[in-house]
């Protein structure tokens, strides 16, 4: 029996407001408008605080239209797994023509008023990034490689980029590092959480590195990714961006991020089964953290600079 | 029967129709808003119209 079949038709009422709001992933809105503003906010060019609402607001709306556009092309398999049946298409609240016109419009609507309000650069990257997320990632990669999140997480790296291109009109390397600070962060995230919940991509047959490779594997590129991810990280805080205080933070956050992701790789599944995947989920929690508090990291320099205390 | 002014049908959207309307006033308020410091933050701008105005031609002309 499927997740799908467990919905009674009490549960099947008319979309309200809520249910197209929950359409656009508000979760993970709520990080690309944390990212984007970063990049918007460090970059060297102010910009009035109108237009850097306006944008900010654009480029959420944005990844709502892609999230949308991910929601209607994934409603078949959305319906076979738990966490994701009660989401609207697959609950009946909503037709996937319905999601599919709001994803479009809003896709046209966000990139549009983006290029008004800022520049057509900040537009063009929304423009693909909401293309690399529902076709790249969505219609493409989710269903035939267990690198999905590998290659779906630069849709969610992105924003800060965007967010830079909307003050500054280009395109540097500090824009990149932040990017690619995402983008290698996001496979151990992902994974462990793949880890510990048991999920069920298999029926889904959405091939996650966990359900293809096994718990091994998985943890072997959560190690790999981490200590990937540790020096640049680290190397962020040596550029125009960075500072004493970002530094300090992200050598810490980084060896703490290291141990966390040592304790997960040298353990076996027995020993995760005994003590209900602890150490999994103590790297989950903290990885959240950890994105969180670097970009944080980068704003406190931010304000620094904006007070003449720019140390570098 | 007495005649019902409000149909089942609009109890049952209200949200999503005050939820549309607030979105759409709100985009309103915005683009207002971005028009104006667009418009505020650009510096003078004078064009030909029907008026003839010599000191916009360059001094070689």
Same mark, same amino acid.
């Given at each position: 029996?499927?997740?799908?079949?467990?919905?009674?038709?009490?549960?099947?009422?008319?979309?309200?407001?809520?249910?197209?709001?929950?359409?656009?992933?508000?979760?993970?809105?709520?990080?690309?408008?944390? /990212?984007?503003?970063?990049?918007?906010?460090?970059?060297?060019?102010?910009?009035?605080?109108?237009?850097?609402?306006?944008?900010?607001?654009?480029?959420?709306?944005?990844?709502?239209?892609?999230?949308?556009?991910?929601?209607?092309?994934?409603?078949?398999?959305?319906?076979?797994?738990?966490?994701?049946?009660?989401?609207?298409?697959?609950?009946?609240?909503?037709?996937?023509?319905?999601?599919?016109?709001?994803?479009?419009?809003?896709?046209?609507?966000?990139?549009?008023?983006?290029?008004?309000?800022?520049? %057509?650069?900040?537009?063009?990257?929304?423009?693909?990034?909401?293309?690399?997320?529902?076709?790249?990632?969505?219609?493409?990669?989710?269903?035939?490689?267990?690198?999905?999140?590998?290659?779906?997480?630069? !849709?969610?790296?992105?924003?800060?980029?965007?967010?830079?291109?909307?003050?500054?009109?280009?395109?540097?390397?500090?824009?990149?590092?932040?990017?690619?600070?995402?983008? %290698?962060? /996001?496979?151990?995230?992902?994974?462990?959480?793949?880890?510990?919940?048991?999920?069920?991509?298999?029926?889904?047959?959405?091939?996650?590195?966990?359900?293809?490779?096994?718990?091994?594997?998985?943890?072997?590129?959560?190690?790999?990714?981490?200590?990937?991810?540790?020096?640049?990280?680290?190397?962020?805080?040596?550029?125009?961006?960075?500072?004493?205080?970002?530094?300090?933070?992200?050598?810490?956050?980084?060896?703490?991020?290291?141990?966390?992701?040592?304790?997960?790789?040298?353990?076996?599944?027995?020993?995760?089964?005994?003590?209900?995947?602890?150490?999994?989920?103590?790297?989950?929690?903290?990885?959240?953290?950890?994105?969180?508090?670097?970009?944080?990291?980068?704003? !406190?320099?931010?304000?620094?600079?904006?007070?003449?205390?720019?140390?570098? | 029967?007495?005649?019902?002014?409000?149909?089942?049908?609009?109890?049952?959207?209200?949200?999503?129709?005050?939820?549309?309307?607030?979105?759409?006033?709100?985009?309103?308020?915005?683009?207002?808003?971005?028009?104006?410091?667009?418009?505020?933050?650009?510096?003078?701008?004078?064009?030909?119209?029907?008026?003839?105005?010599?000191?916009?031609?360059?001094?070689?002309?």
């Amino acid at each position: 029996m499927t997740e799908a079949t467990v919905i009674t038709p009490k549960d099947v009422r008319d979309a309200g407001f809520g249910d197209f709001f929950a359409l656009l992933k508000p979760r993970v809105m709520s990080l690309v408008v944390f /990212t984007a503003l970063t990049g918007l906010l460090v970059a060297p060019v102010q910009v009035h605080p109108v237009i850097a609402f306006a944008s900010i607001l654009f480029i959420a709306v944005g990844a709502g239209a892609a999230g949308a556009l991910n929601m209607w092309w994934e409603a078949d398999i959305d319906a076979l797994m738990k966490r994701t049946a009660r989401r609207p298409v697959p609950a009946g609240r909503m037709s996937r023509q319905d999601a599919l016109a709001i994803g479009v419009a809003l896709s046209g609507v966000s990139v549009t008023m983006l290029g008004l309000a800022a520049n %057509l650069l900040a537009a063009g990257l929304l423009a693909f990034t909401i293309f690399f997320y529902a076709v790249v990632y969505s219609m493409w990669l989710k269903r035939t490689t267990p690198q999905n999140i590998v290659i779906g997480g630069a !849709a969610g790296a992105f924003p800060p980029m965007i967010g830079w291109a909307v003050a500054t009109g280009g395109v540097s390397v500090e824009a990149m590092l932040m990017c690619a600070l995402i983008f %290698l962060w /996001t496979p151990p995230h992902f994974w462990a959480l793949a880890l510990f919940v048991k999920s069920d991509y298999a029926n889904a047959r959405v091939p996650m590195l966990t359900v293809t490779h096994g718990h091994r594997a998985t943890r072997r590129h959560i190690m790999a990714y981490t200590l990937l991810m540790a020096p640049l990280a680290v190397g962020i805080g040596l550029t125009s961006i960075g500072g004493p205080v970002y530094l300090v933070v992200a050598i810490a956050m980084n060896a703490w991020f290291i141990r966390r992701s040592a304790s997960v790789w040298l353990r076996g599944e027995a020993d995760a089964e005994a003590d209900g995947y602890r150490a999994e989920k103590s790297a989950f929690r903290f990885s959240i953290n950890y994105l969180f508090v670097h970009f944080a990291a980068l704003l !406190a320099e931010a304000a620094l600079r904006q007070f003449g205390m720019d140390i570098w | 029967m007495a005649i019902r002014v409000e149909h089942e049908l609009h109890a049952r959207r209200l949200s999503r129709n005050v939820g549309v309307g607030l979105t759409l006033v709100g985009f309103a308020a915005l683009v207002f808003a971005v028009s104006v410091v667009k418009i505020s933050t650009t510096g003078p701008v004078q064009g030909f119209d029907h008026t003839i105005r010599p000191e916009l031609a360059g001094a070689d002309e």
